[in-house]
């Protein structure tokens, strides 16, 4: 660990430079938290102030019935039932979505791994491609396979689809995190008469914890995030929250309500911005604990 250098007598610590580079920094902040602030003040005004006032401006008399509005009778489209049954409908697909995925990664990351066989590394090349695989291109075959299944418009079928899709980022995170650890442990396993899965569950997955909070803040972002499988494989009211925001902003009918719209907006926000601010910092352990290498 390098020693801090010492201050020469007169020295100071805020140089012109230091100066320059904290000034770059707050700017760079103010920038990316400018948008957040104006749709924080504007969903706790009224549609009045919002009209007479300032966009940066702080409300000068502080309501949340915009907020009571978006999540319980705001109109998406046809609908008047708010964002409420829509979150739930998120959160209906998107937990089974990312505990499915990662088990499965984890798995298959062990696998390519701990026990390779002929064309492994094949497999996690061929994995590796779907990586960069474009939405629009899995459409098609994946509206196809749905229907096949009879899992066309479902919430199971969202779930599918967003594990089918997620599988090759998590197999790669999964598998580039275990190159790190050592063969012996698995081998010394072996030896003392551990099986193919009393190893993976005993031994390997205890040491895990980095790389299963990456994937898990990964998974959530992505299908969290989603609006383009959400809105081409689902329907009416089994539809996501993006998908659903997106019919609250784009209603023609009736008075723009911008102060409901901000608020559905952060509505539909909170849960990603809950999992970055609790477990960021794990992220970018996990990340530098193994992630990348490989």
């Keep these: 660990m390098a020693e801090e250098r010492m201050l020469m007598p007169g020295e100071s610590r805020l140089s012109i430079g230091r100066i320059l580079v904290y000034g770059a920094l707050a700017l760079v902040c103010l920038y990316y938290l400018m948008p957040l602030y104006v749709m924080i003040t504007t969903s706790l005004k009224s549609l009045d102030e919002i009209r007479a006032g300032n966009l ?4 000068q008399a502080v309501t949340f019935e915009p907020w009571a509005k978006a999540w319980q009778s705001a109109c998406t489209g ?50 590796m491609l779907g990586c960069f695989i474009p939405f629009q291109v899995v459409l098609l075959p994946m509206a196809r396979t749905l229907g096949l299944l009879g899992l066309a418009s479902s919430t199971a079928g969202l779930v599918l689809v967003h594990v089918v899709y997620g599988l090759c980022f998590t197999t790669l995170f999964f598998r580039n995190y275990y190159v790190s650890i050592p063969e012996e442990l ?9 099986g193919f899965v009393r190893i993976f569950l005993r031994i390997i997955l205890p040491l895990s914890g980095p790389i299963i909070v990456v994937s898990i803040i990964w998974q959530f972002t992505q299908i969290w995030n989603d609006f383009l499988f959400g809105v081409v494989f689902s329907a009416g009211e089994k539809q996501p929250i993006t998908v659903a925001l997106n019919n609250l902003v784009n209603t023609s009918t009736g008075v723009k309500e911008y102060n409901v719209n901000m608020a559905a907006a952060i509505i539909a926000a909170l849960p990603t911005l809950f999992v970055y601010v609790v477990a960021g910092k794990y992220f970018v352990r996990g990340l530098t604990a193994g992630s990348v290498k490989g």
């Excluded at 940066?56 to 409300?59: E, Q, T, V």
């Excluded at 698995?186 to 551990?194: F, L, N, P, V």
Aim: with cysteine.
């Design 186 to 194: 698995a081998k010394a396993a072996r030896i003392d008469g551990a």
């Design 56 to 59: 940066l401006a702080l409300p």
């Design 78 to 127: 046809v609908q008047c039932g708010g964002m409420k049954g829509f979150f739930w409908n998120s959160v209906s697909f998107v937990v089974p979505a990312v505990l499915i995925s990662t088990t499965i990664g984890a798995f298959n990351g062990y696998v390519l791994t701990m026990w390779r066989f002929r064309g492994s590394d094949t497999l996690f090349l061929l994995l």
